[in-house]
């Protein structure tokens, strides 16, 4: 089975600054995604970033990006130029490929970041 | 935009009541999804249906059943209520493409058993 483990239950960062979410994984399969979801206090859930695990370059979504390394199974979030509206609790999640339609994703038990002016 | 409804946004019930919470969603998605979410343990895969009236379970399927006898609508049923599973609901649904296409989700149904 695969485990995700965020070790940052919460984090701030001032407004404009940077930050990192850092985020682990374990599984032994060699073909998988991954996935930054964040949730703000409106509480709908919405994907943030996703990486393919095939590929080497690490996804980058505007302010958001990753730094992925499948070796060391790690897969953290950074965020540039903070912004009040990215205060939201952050799930990394994990989905393997098994040909099938059996797309469920493991979640990471959260980061809740917060935005300070 | 791909909507995914829950019927109830707050839910309150007594300990050893049946409950029903229903999700709809309006993209045709093959795949839908029950997780629970708790303060400190994340989300968590209680079951998923991947066509109609099939259904797998999750991570944490005792005390939950499901129904999906239509395509656009996945429910998740509590037989007898009790206070452990007060928790938020989160549906959530995909193509059968998968990652292709990221889970849509719905705002959640906080449930509470008294």
């Known amino acids: 089975a695969q485990t995700v483990t965020q070790s940052q239950p919460e984090m701030s960062v001032q407004e404009a600054e940077t930050v990192t979410l850092s985020c682990t994984y374990d599984t032994s399969e060699s073909n998988y995604y991954l996935f930054w979801y964040k949730q703000p206090p409106s509480r709908q859930m919405i994907l943030v970033i996703r990486?393919?695990?095939?590929?080497?370059q690490n996804a980058t979504e505007n302010r958001f990006s990753v730094n992925f390394q499948k070796a060391a199974k790690s897969f953290s979030l950074k965020i540039s130029d903070s912004q009040l509206g990215d205060t939201a609790m952050y799930f990394c999640a994990f989905m393997k490929i098994d040909g099938g339609s059996n797309y469920k994703l493991t979640f990471g038990k959260g980061t809740l970041l917060t935005v300070n002016p | 935009d791909v909507k995914v409804t829950q019927s109830s946004r707050y839910l309150v019930k007594r300990t050893g009541e049946k409950v029903f919470l229903e999700c709809v969603q309006d993209?045709?998605?093959?795949?839908m999804f029950w997780y629970r979410q708790d303060p400190g343990l994340g989300l968590r895969l209680i079951y998923f249906s991947y066509d109609v009236k099939m259904k797998e379970k999750g991570d944490i399927p005792e005390g939950y059943s499901v129904s999906r006898e239509k395509k656009e609508r996945f429910s998740l049923i509590l037989e007898s209520a009790s206070t452990n599973q007060t928790s938020m609901y989160l549906c959530a649904s995909s193509p059968s493409a998968g990652a292709l296409s990221p889970l849509h989700f719905g705002n959640g149904t906080r449930l509470t058993v008294t």
């Open positions: 990486q393919e695990a095939y590929k080497q």
């Open positions: 993209m045709d998605h093959e795949n």
